[in-house]
């Protein structure tokens, strides 16, 4: 064992700021100005000691919220045991996550494959719809995916993503993508046809400010796909893991996709990312198709399966389900006497506010002075993700203290 202290690191903000400034590429642009150094629970806590409530949850990533006992414990024990090893041999514990993932899919003749992020698990998700007609000697290379989406970083998920923004410093671009507007089955219809290879689109846009599909509308994308053999791909890199209530959103429409794709809360903090294929779709990837290095290590997988058993004993699906509800019934009384909230949405613990003034940037602002820390899409949403875990009195915390910061911003 070492004895060696670990370097101390200086956990100011000033020098993180300056050497953010300096060094990182600047693409997070003006960060919110505080140090994470730790975390205990829904707190997250700062370089000087303040606690904040934390209703983002790292974007739908801490679904056990920080330092979880059995997540810690879990990750500490086979770090101490074996963090990494290739592909080349097999891995107890990425074997045994798969079957876990497969078994709640509910997908026929389910198979899984592991990378380390969002975009990772969706690029294989297209990879895999384009193997799958091209072994069959089918030209069907076009993905639709739907506008405002949110796929990922990487050239082909920020192409497949609609947001004309995210892709177009970066042409050229990989050809066979294109958009339609979201809840809108009538521009679907206009644009599969027997070329298409799949439709991809999220069931709730997250990124977008939590805008939930129509449940008419996923059922006509469903049958459109079956009518034309398209496949069906779900991105539930947000919206899986019970977040929404169900354990993959899919449930929640009754719809059952052909491929899946899952990350963000699945190692709970650790980099993994996943996607999945029924039966059929599986046959996209043949002996060589695709690989990675890290992808579906046993640390990763190991973090994995301990979320998995936490979210199993602790029901905290149903949790989300119950605790999502009410956050929205308190967001909506609030409402109810504040004519500054034009909406308030979601689906389990993902949860939409938008106003009828640009102050959702200036909001979060204030939350975070009070010790509440909440993300903000552009200028007039506002979006929680906070983790699964949370307690009815941390809801009424928030619910207080938001709609007082609220207030105060009117006044
Ligand atoms: C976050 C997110 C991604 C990208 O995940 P990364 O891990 O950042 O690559 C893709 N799709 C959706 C719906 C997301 O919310």
Same mark, same amino acid.
């Given at each position: 064992?070492?004895?060696?202290?670990?370097?101390?690191?200086?956990?100011?903000?000033?020098?993180?700021?300056?050497?953010?400034?300096?060094? #990182?590429?600047?693409?997070?642009?003006?960060?919110?100005?505080?140090?994470?150094?730790?975390?205990?629970?829904?707190?997250?806590?700062?370089?000087?000691?303040?606690?904040?409530?934390?209703?983002?949850?790292?974007?739908?990533?801490?679904?056990?919220?920080?330092?979880?006992?059995?997540?810690?414990?879990?990750?500490?024990?086979?770090?101490?045991?074996?963090?990494?090893?290739?592909?080349?041999?097999?891995?107890?514990?990425?074997?045994?996550?798969?079957?876990?993932?497969?078994?709640?899919?509910?997908?026929?003749?389910?198979?899984?494959?592991?990378?380390?992020?969002?975009?990772?698990?969706?690029?294989?998700?297209?990879?895999?719809?384009?193997?799958?007609?091209?072994?069959?000697?089918?030209?069907?290379?076009?993905?639709?995916?739907?506008?405002?989406?949110?796929?990922?970083?990487?050239?082909?998920?920020?192409?497949?993503?609609?947001?004309?923004?995210?892709?177009?410093?970066?042409?050229?671009?990989?050809?066979? #993508?294109?958009?339609?507007?979201?809840?809108?089955?009538?521009?679907?219809?206009?644009?599969?046809?027997?070329?298409?290879?799949?439709?991809?689109?999220?069931?709730?846009?997250?990124?977008?400010?939590?805008?939930?599909?129509?449940?008419?509308?996923?059922?006509?994308?469903?049958?459109?796909?079956?009518?034309?053999?398209?496949?069906?791909?779900?991105?539930?890199?947000?919206?899986?893991?019970?977040?929404?209530?169900?354990?993959?959103?899919?449930?929640?429409?009754?719809?059952?996709?052909?491929?899946?794709?899952?990350?963000?809360?699945?190692?709970?903090?650790?980099?993994?990312?996943?996607?999945?294929?029924?039966?059929?779709?599986?046959?996209? #990837?043949?002996?060589?198709?695709?690989?990675? $290095?890290?992808?579906?290590?046993?640390?990763?997988?190991?973090?994995?399966?301990?979320?998995?058993?936490?979210?199993?004993?602790?029901?905290?699906?149903?949790?989300?389900?119950?605790?999502?509800?009410?956050?929205?019934?308190?967001?909506?009384?609030?409402?109810?006497?504040?004519?500054?909230?034009?909406?308030?949405?979601?689906?389990?613990?993902?949860?939409?506010?938008?106003? $009828?003034?640009?102050?959702?940037?200036?909001?979060?602002?204030?939350?975070?002075?009070?010790?509440?820390?909440?993300?903000?899409?552009?200028? $007039?949403?506002?979006?929680?993700?906070?983790?699964?875990?949370?307690?009815?009195?941390?809801?009424? $915390?928030?619910?207080?203290?938001?709609?007082?910061?609220?207030?105060?911003?009117?006044?």
């Amino acid at each position: 064992m070492h004895t060696q202290q670990p370097t101390p690191l200086d956990h100011s903000l000033a020098t993180t700021t300056a050497l953010d400034e300096a060094y #990182f590429m600047p693409v997070f642009g003006k960060r919110m100005p505080l140090c994470a150094v730790a975390g205990q629970g829904l707190e997250l806590i700062d370089q000087r000691g303040n606690r904040y409530l934390d209703m983002i949850g790292g974007i739908a990533v801490n679904v056990l919220g920080h330092a979880h006992p059995r997540l810690t414990r879990a990750i500490c024990q086979q770090a101490g045991q074996l963090i990494h090893c290739s592909n080349y041999y097999y891995i107890p514990q990425q074997a045994l996550l798969a079957k876990r993932l497969a078994d709640l899919s509910g997908l026929d003749g389910a198979r899984v494959f592991f990378g380390n992020s969002g975009a990772e698990a969706n690029e294989a998700a297209i990879k895999l719809v384009r193997g799958f007609f091209y072994y069959q000697g089918k030209a069907r290379s076009q993905i639709i995916t739907t506008t405002h989406s949110f796929h990922g970083r990487t050239l082909a998920t920020a192409t497949a993503t609609g947001q004309d923004q995210i892709s177009r410093p970066f042409a050229p671009l990989p050809p066979g #993508f294109s958009s339609v507007p979201f809840n809108d089955i009538k521009a679907l219809s206009e644009a599969i046809s027997d070329q298409t290879g799949a439709v991809m689109l999220e069931l709730v846009q997250g990124e977008r400010g939590v805008i939930p599909a129509d449940p008419a509308y996923v059922d006509a994308v469903a049958s459109l796909c079956r009518e034309t053999g398209a496949l069906l791909v779900v991105d539930e890199i947000q919206t899986g893991m019970g977040r929404t209530g169900r354990f993959f959103a899919y449930e929640q429409y009754g719809i059952k996709p052909d491929i899946v794709t899952l990350a963000k809360g699945l190692g709970g903090g650790l980099p993994i990312g996943a996607v999945l294929a029924n039966g059929r779709a599986s046959q996209g #990837f043949r002996l060589g198709d695709h690989g990675s $290095t890290f992808g579906g290590n046993p640390l990763a997988c190991q973090a994995a399966l301990a979320v998995l058993d936490e979210i199993e004993d602790a029901q905290l699906v149903q949790a989300a389900k119950t605790q999502g509800q009410l956050l929205m019934q308190g967001l909506r009384q609030v409402a109810a006497h504040q004519p500054l909230i034009s909406d308030v949405r979601g689906m389990g613990l993902m949860v939409g506010v938008s106003y $009828t003034a640009p102050i959702a940037v200036r909001l979060k602002e204030a939350l975070m002075q009070a010790g509440i820390l909440i993300g903000s899409v552009g200028e $007039t949403t506002s979006r929680l993700l906070p983790p699964l875990i949370i307690q009815p009195q941390e809801l009424d $915390t928030f619910l207080t203290v938001y709609k007082r910061e609220l207030e105060a911003l009117t006044t």
